[in-house]
């Protein structure tokens, strides 16, 4: 969506377009989410994993954020925030690739 946005004249509309577009990207990576978070952990601490996992993405999101902004300090220019936001998109799904969504095998408690 952001190698479209950047190729598109720039409008007003294009603008509202792409923002509502990349928050339903967003928003919908949540279901998925927590339910690979349970599939490979099970649910018995759900909630505190699922808290992770969006505590982390707050995390990035700040460095994101902060990052474009010392770079367009830097280059008087988003062009480079815009085309690392696209190359750690793809790294992300390259990343993603060999995940295996299976449960975590464990073996049986042993006595103290």
Request: glycine share 10%.
């Amino acid at each position: 969506m952001i190698t479209i946005f950047l190729l598109v004249p720039l409008s007003p509309m294009s603008v509202y377009i792409f923002s509502a577009v990349m928050g339903a990207l967003w928003l919908s990576t949540v279901p998925p989410t927590n339910a690979i978070v349970a599939q490979i952990f099970g649910v018995q601490h759900m909630s505190m994993l699922s808290g992770f996992v969006f505590f982390s993405h707050q995390i990035g999101s700040f460095l994101g954020v902060w990052l474009g902004g010392y770079l367009y300090d830097r280059t008087g220019s988003y062009d480079v925030v815009w085309y690392l936001a696209i190359a750690l998109g793809v790294f992300a799904g390259l990343v993603n690739l060999p995940v295996r969504e299976n449960a975590i095998t464990r073996g049986a408690p042993q006595p103290a």
